[in-house]
């Protein structure tokens, strides 16, 4: 994916920043907790395209 296109995509919902996920090809917005698929090359901005993040399990070494 182009830089330049990455630096004024913004989340279709919230309009926050959004960040590129290469492994997962996804942008992902931590605010609505959304990750919008990018296929061949393209983001798919489209809120039922997008799949919902969920939470991360709590690292048992870390204090809570």
Do not use: W
């Not at 609505?32 to 690292?59: C, H, Q, S, W, Y």
Request: some cysteine.
């Amino acid at each position: 994916m182009e830089t330049r296109l990455l630096e004024i995509l913004v989340c279709p919902l919230c309009k926050g920043p959004l960040h590129y996920d290469r492994e997962q090809q996804e942008l992902i917005c931590r605010a609505d907790k959304l990750a919008f698929p990018v296929r061949d090359g393209i983001p798919v901005m489209l809120e039922n395209e997008a799949r919902e993040l969920t939470p991360t399990a709590p690292n048992p070494s870390t204090p809570i």
